[in-house]
């Protein structure tokens, strides 16, 4: 299986996901899971990999939602400006669904994601994302008083 596996992860080198290379890896499990989750620190994985496999993650995110919360919030702090830009606005779109669900019981608090979101808009982000960023930071600290 690892050796599919990185033929997959190879294939992920795109500006787009592969809806079937996607899939391929989905239906892998939660043993895939738990290894893409430390994969995606591997430093010789391309930028495109690392957002690819990041966005992999983000749909497999309930086999360990506190784990994907976790490392969701350590990549908003990448260097890469793009994949710092995927992660925050992977993150956003995590509390939108933790605010509509709130029985997936999704461990993801507003007053820490504004935190990591504050660092990142700092460091830099995309214009529309940083937009978005911009607007969750405001709504979150006005939520607050």
Do not use: W
Not at 35 to 44: F, G, H, M, Q, S
Not at 104 to 133: C, D, R, W, Y
């Amino acid at each position: 299986m690892d050796n599919t596996l990185e033929k997959l992860i190879k294939q992920l080198h795109s500006k787009r996901l592969s809806d079937n290379v996607a899939n391929e890896i989905i239906k892998l499990g939660k043993p895939v899971f738990d290894y893409l989750l430390a994969k995606i620190d591997d430093p010789r994985l391309t930028e495109y990999q690392v957002i690819n496999l990041l966005r992999i993650l983000y749909q497999m995110k309930y086999h360990n939602i506190t784990q994907f919360v976790n490392k969701l919030l350590f990549i908003t702090q990448d260097k890469r400006i793009d994949v710092r830009s995927t992660a925050s606005f992977l993150s956003i779109c995590l509390f939108r669904i933790k605010k509509e669900f709130p029985e997936l019981n999704i461990p993801l608090e507003g007053e820490v994601l504004a935190h990591f979101l504050h660092k990142s808009l700092a460091m830099e982000l995309h214009q529309t994302i940083g937009q978005q960023v911009e607007s969750f930071i405001q709504d979150n600290i006005s939520f607050k008083s």
